[in-house]
Each structure stands twice: as structure tokens, then as C-alpha cells.
């Protein structure tokens, strides 16, 4: 189906999630203001009214704005996160440009601009909102120098058509540049903290006093623990998804320049990481206590801490709390769970039920998400998803959809479908954390030594003396071992299925 005309769609006041959600698709108009006689090379497929698929060139060519055309920002956005698989962004950003100058008849105009002025129209306006919406939306693709130098020679040579037009040049580089700032502090920080921890762990101490002591109240920590989840979780670019999942990574060109085609970022995966530490501090907690009396302290803690963060809206906290409670180490101390208090695992076995892909976690989870989307405040804005069950998620829609059709045409259903479920989470990364933070609360929960696994499960023997005889010879082979340091992970994140704890169905 070839369009012939593409209307002009301004700049949108509703988030990315609400505009996803008010379609089933992407409903547009194909642009054929390109001149050029091959119409079938860029012909896009509709299907019941909606965007299904077409050549890569022709979906490029939507992207193009024109004096009157301005692609709909849920089309700017769908394209570019997937466009990744098929080319790489800076030589997307290169053919664009290319298109706008053939379209607007730009070459040779650098110096006898002035005359044209009234047939460009709002051409220079269109492609800064262009430049604007793809620098807030993937402002990592920047952290690239061909990337960066493009939109430096593209936005000069607008400023030389549109000097009036150099303040939102101005804004835009500005706005880009504090958003890179902001992640390589981010990653300075990190670093910080891995190298405080690791200091911490090749010690071969474990901490004298433990979370309740540094943090007797429930409802603080599960607030500090949502002060590191909405930070980590903001700065995760939603094109880090789609590279996770690239089965095909684009060949290094011959100049052996492989720095542009790599990730340039792993926040995903340390957020990944995060889970992961959160899990294996909760179980070194229980684990680390000779004492049963104090062991039934520390789980009755946690119970407190999760249901706490289930009230926030915090579910990936949640989630980790419960998978450190369902380590085996933890899971087999049957003296120390027979004195937890019954009546503070209901919920939370509620909750865990992973019965109908976790349906009750879902059912939760939306009704947070309607509280959110009325929420005056920001303490009731927040909605933190369970990150693995959400990776997983698009893993599957990744998997069970392929990024071409038969006749080799991109499909844009997949590329629309898996920028709807991202679009949520990027209305959730905006959230500011309302509560007070405790930085010596925060530094103990990331940088405090756990255990990893085969010191866990020795601690846990030393609690509870082995019965099988299975545990029983593991125990004499653990006591045989040399003692390992504690560990920040109990083990490395995978980016699929097997990022999901697999709870039990009862904790006790």
C-alpha cells in the first residue's frame, strides 16, 4: 500500500505510555515527498489500519520531516529503538540528513540560503524537534563520536538556514550533554562503590553489626532501598533491551574501529547485578547469626521490609527479599522458619505465587500502575516492576516474533509492540525518590560483605546441623575447603529467562 500524502503531527503533551496505550498500533501517512521514481522501494504495509511492515528504506524515509510532515513521536520512538538491529544508529543519523537535503534541494544552498528562506518553511524546525525527540529518548546513541560530530555538523548548518533557531540548538545540546555528564557520574559512582566493597570483602570480616542495627525500621529500609532502585532503574536506556536481545551483532567495519559498535553502556546489567546482591545480602543477614532466636528476628525483619515495599509500589526489592529467603541455605533451616510468626508469610506467599506467570505479582502491579496514573505526588507515582519478570517478558516477545517478514520487510508490529512495553517503564524512570536518604544506610545495604554460595551454605550447616546424608557430606567437603572471601554476587546475571527466582510457593 503506497500513501501519498503524510499529515503533520506537532509536538505531543502526553508520556510515550499514553500514547501507546490510546492505539493498537501506529496509524500514519507515507511521506512521498522524496522525488524519486522507484515508489515501490518504499512502499509501506498497513493492515487493518495500522503500520505492519516495510522496507527498511521506507521506514527511514518516514522518519524524514519535511515543511509540512513531522513523524508522530510513537513512530520516532518505536523505529529507533529497533532500527539498532538493522543499521547502526550513526548511519541512520547520516541517511536522514542525506534525505533531507535531497528532499529540500539543500545542496549547493549554503551560501544563496536567504532566497529559498520562504520555500523551506517550517523544514529547520521540524528536523531540530527531530534532533530533540532523538536526544531525549536515546541520548546514549550520543555517547558516540560520529554520532556526536553528526549532530554537531547538522545542527550548524541549521543554524546557518535558521539563525533564529539557535537558542533550541543551544537547549538541546545542553540538555544532551548534562544527560551524559549525569551517566558517566553514575558510572564513577559505581565504580566507587565496587571498589569500596571490594576493599570490604578482601578483608575477610564481616560486618560486626547487622541491618537491624544500622536500621531498625522496616519502613526506612524499604525506603532506602527504593532510593537505589528508582536511581539504577533511571538510568537504563531503553535501546539496552533490544541490544540484550540481538541475536546478530552488526560486523566491525575493516578499520578495526569496534568502540561504535559495541554497548556503550551496562546499566541493565548492573541493575541485574543489584538484584542479585540485594538476594544474597538478605540471606548473608539471616545466615550470619549463630543464634536462632536472632535468625527469627532478622526473616521477621524482612517480611516487615517487603511488605513495606509492597505498599511503595517497590516490587523488584520485594522480589529480591523473597528470592534471599528462598536460597536453599535459608530455605533448609526447618528450626528457624518453625518460629517465624505464620501470620507475616501470608502475604507475602501471596505475593510469590508464581501460578499463572505470576498473576497475583501482575494484579498487584497494575493496581499500582492505576494509582500512579492519578497520584498528585511522587510517593504515589511509584511503580518499580519486578525488572527480571519485565526482562523476561520482552524476551519472550522478542523471541516469539522475528524482526523480518518472509518478503524481507522489517516487521513494525514487533519494533510498535516492544516500544508499548518499554514506554511504561520509561514513565516510571521519572519518578524522583520522595524520601529522606540515609547515605550510611544506603552504603551499608551496597557495599556491606555477603556471602557467596559455598560460604552461604556453610554458614547455614554451622546454624543448623546437617541431617541428610547428602548435607552431611557436602558439610565435611565445605569444612575441608580453604575459606573463600564473601562476595558482592552469588553469581553472574543472565539477560533471559533464567534471571527469574524460581520461589518454592511457601518460604517455610
Avoid at 499529515?7 to 501507546?20: K, Y
Avoid at 557520574?185 to 576493599?199: C, G
Avoid at 554460595?453 to 580453604?482: G, H, I, V
Wanted: aromatic share 10%.
Amino acid at each position: 500500500m503506497v500513501m501519498k500524502n503524510r499529515e503533520s503531527v506537532g509536538p505531543q503533551m502526553p508520556t510515550l505510555a499514553q500514547m501507546f496505550s490510546s492505539c493498537n498500533g501506529y496509524v500514519g501517512t507515507d511521506n512521498n515527498n522524496h522525488g524519486r521514481p522507484d515508489l515501490d522501494a518504499e512502499t509501506l504495509i498497513f493492515e487493518n489500519g495500522n503500520l505492519h511492515s516495510g522496507p527498511l528504506e521506507a521506514l527511514i524515509q518516514h522518519l524524514v520531516p519535511t515543511s509540512d510532515y513531522f513523524p508522530d513521536r510513537t513512530y520516532t520512538f518505536s523505529f529507533l529503538l529497533s532500527s539498532r538491529l538493522f543499521i547502526r544508529p550513526h548511519e541512520l543519523l547520516a541517511q536522514v540528513f542525506k534525505l533531507c537535503v535531497l528532499q529540500q534541494n539543500l545542496t549547493g544552498l549554503d551560501n544563496g540560503f536567504k532566497t529559498e528562506r520562504s520555500r523551506l518553511d517550517n523544514f529547520g524546525p521540524h528536523l531540530v524537534n527531530l534532533l530533540s525527540e532523538w536526544t531525549e529518548m536515546f541520548p546514549y546513541d550520543f555517547r558516540d563520536e560520529p554520532m556526536m560530530k553528526q549532530l554537531r555538523d547538522i545542527t550548524q548548518r541549521v543554524i546557518v538556514l535558521y539563525p533564529e533557531l539557535r537558542k533550541d540548538i543551544s537547549n538541546l545540546s545542553y540538555n544532551l550533554v548534562t544527560k551524559l555528564t549525569n551517566l558517566k557520574s553514575y558510572e564513577e559512582n559505581l565504580a566507587k562503590i565496587e571498589v569500596d566493597e571490594q576493599r570490604k570483602r578482601e578483608s575477610h570480616v564481616m560486618p560486626t553489626t547487622d541491618i537491624t542495627e544500622m536500621c531498625p525500621s522496616p519502613l526506612a529500609l524499604a525506603q532506602q532501598l527504593t532510593h537505589i532502585e528508582l536511581e539504577r532503574l533511571s538510568m537504563i536506556g531503553p535501546e539496552e533491551f533490544v541490544q540484550a536481545f540481538a541475536k546478530e551483532r552488526l560486523k566491525p567495519e575493516e578499520n578495526g574501529n569496534k568502540e561504535m559498535y559495541t554497548k556503550n553502556t551496562h546499566n541493565l546489567e548492573s541493575y541485574v547485578q543489584w538484584f542479585n546482591r540485594l538476594s544474597y545480602l538478605v540471606a548473608s543477614e539471616i545466615a550470619s547469626h549463630a543464634k536462632k532466636k536472632m535468625r527469627v528476628k532478622i526473616i521477621e525483619y524482612f517480611i516487615d521490609v517487603a511488605k513495606e515495599c509492597i505498599n511503595i509500589g517497590n516490587f523488584n526489592s520485594l522480589m529480591a527479599i523473597i528470592a534471599g529467603m528462598n536460597l536453599s541455605p535459608v530455605t533448609r533451616l526447618k528450626k528457624t522458619w518453625a518460629k517465624v510468626n505464620k501470620d507475616k508469610l501470608k502475604i507475602l506467599e501471596h505475593q510469590m505465587d508464581p501460578s499463572n506467570n505470576f498473576g497475583s505479582y501482575r494484579s498487584c502491579l497494575k493496581a499500582a500502575m492505576w494509582r500512579s496514573e492519578g497520584a498528585a505526588e511522587d510517593r504515589g507515582k511509584i511503580v518499580i516492576p519486578f525488572f527480571s519478570l519485565f526482562v523476561k517478558d520482552l524476551y519472550f516477545l522478542n523471541e516469539g516474533c522475528s524482526n523480518k517478514q518472509e518478503d524481507g520487510t522489517v516487521n513494525f508490529q514487533k519494533c510498535w509492540q516492544m516500544a508499548k512495553q518499554i514506554s511504561d517503564l520509561i514513565a516510571w524512570q521519572q519518578v524522583e525518590c520522595p524520601f529522606e536518604k540515609l547515605g550510611v544506610v544506603t552504603n551499608y545495604i551496597l557495599t556491606a560483605p555477603i556471602y557467596k554460595e559455598p560460604m552461604l551454605s556453610l554458614a547455614s550447616y554451622e546454624c543448623e546441623s546437617p541431617e541428610t546424608n547428602f548435607d552431611k557430606e557436602r558439610f565435611k567437603q565445605l569444612k575441608l575447603q580453604p575459606s573463600p572471601p564473601v562476595s558482592p554476587s552469588g553469581s553472574e546475571p543472565k539477560l533471559s529467562q533464567s534471571c527469574i527466582p524460581k520461589p518454592s510457593g511457601s518460604i517455610s
